[in-house]
């Protein structure tokens, strides 16, 4: 798991999008359309990082297009990275 804080940043950014979409699922346009500047590899590094630790599950519709649908162990981990969240 990342210790840098603008990776953990944005995994817990990716999952929150993945769990406004539930069922349905969130594509690579909705995460750009709610992440200004987002690198699509930088984005496919950390969503890989994410369903190798079982916080999601990619669906892919061919090689750059995919469905983010979160898992319950990624709603936990989302649950306590907002509870650690310090807001200024």
């Keep these: 798991m990342e210790k840098d804080p603008e990776a953990i ?3 817990g950014s990716l999952l929150l ?3 406004s979409w539930g069922y349905r699922g ?3 346009e909705i995460f750009y359309k709610n992440i200004k500047g987002l690198n699509y590899h930088y984005m ?3 969503l890989t990082s994410l369903e190798v630790s079982g916080y ?3 669906e892919w519709v061919d090689p ?3 469905n983010a649908y979160i898992t319950p162990e990624g709603e936990a981990y ?3 990275w907002l509870a650690d969240l310090q807001l200024p």
Excluded: S
């Design 9 to 11: 940043k944005m995994r």
């Design 17 to 19: 999008i993945c769990k």
């Design 26 to 28: 969130a594509t690579r």
């Design 44 to 46: 496919k590094e950390i």
């Design 56 to 58: 999601v599950t990619l």
């Design 64 to 66: 750059d297009r995919f």
């Design 78 to 80: 989302l649950d306590k």
